[in-house]
């Protein structure tokens, strides 16, 4: 089993729909969980960054994390063209020396 | 102006030759890293530098060569290119350790083609 998995997609979703992303995990110990989001031909820029479990919410985003099931989600509210992009999972442990895991990321489109 | 930026954006090359990626950032972030980027994998980390003249290996590193002289500057190098390593290369940098606890600033990418 991966460490992270991440639903492979692409997904395809009307203007205003809400969007569902999701990641499970394997390593009990992560605690620091954050979504980048790639536009095409761009390098990855985080998103949402949240410690432990919980939710935060910034704009039409929020990012919930399940620490019991091992599970994270990014929702996107009013989805927009905009938000047309390659969405990546990341989680690690505490510490300054651990390393980043990534999910394989799941390509989103928005139709106008 | 401030960034991180990688060169060249795009490079077509022969197997058996050896290739340089340049990364520079102006943030003077101690931690440098280098990802690569295939599609069914993902970013995997090649090899990271936690500040001049340290370095360490990725979950990727064979194939690959990197150095540290100058805080700023992070060059990756494949010293005998082969077709697996065809990839788009992303640089990034962090002020505060390896991902987790701080930002990860990424480059733009450097598109390889080794043929």
């Known amino acids: 089993q991966k460490e992270v998995e991440q639903d492979p997609g692409p997904l395809s979703v009307p203007e205003g729909a809400i969007v569902s992303l999701n990641c499970t995990y394997s390593?009990?110990?992560?605690?620091?969980f954050m979504w980048y989001r790639q536009y095409s031909r761009k390098g990855p820029e985080l998103l949402m960054y949240t410690y432990s479990s919980g939710n935060k919410e910034d704009g039409r985003f929020t990012a919930q994390v399940d620490k019991s099931s091992k599970y994270i989600s990014l929702f996107i509210r009013d989805s927009q063209p905009s938000d047309s992009a390659t969405y990546l999972c990341a989680m690690s442990v505490t510490g300054a020396n651990s390393k980043l895991t990534f999910g394989k990321g799941i390509t989103l489109s928005v139709r106008p | 102006d401030a960034g991180i930026t990688q060169s060249p954006r795009y490079k077509i090359t022969e197997t058996g030759r050896q290739v340089t990626l340049m990364c520079h950032q102006t943030?003077?972030?101690?931690?440098m890293f280098w990802y690569r980027q295939d599609l069914g994998h993902g970013l995997r980390l090649i090899y990271y530098?936690?500040?001049?003249?340290?370095?360490d290996k990725g979950e990727v590193p064979d194939g690959y060569v990197v150095s540290r002289s100058k805080t700023e500057n992070f060059p990756l190098t494949l010293e005998s290119a082969t077709r697996s390593q065809t990839s788009v290369y992303f640089c990034?940098?962090?002020?505060?350790?390896?991902?987790?606890?701080?930002?990860?600033?990424f480059g733009e990418g450097s598109r390889l083609t080794v043929l």
């Open positions: 990034a940098s962090s002020a505060k350790g390896l991902g987790g606890s701080g930002e990860l600033f």
């Open positions: 530098s936690a500040a001049a003249d340290i370095t």
């Open positions: 943030w003077s972030h101690s931690y």
């Open positions: 390593n009990s110990a992560f605690q620091y």
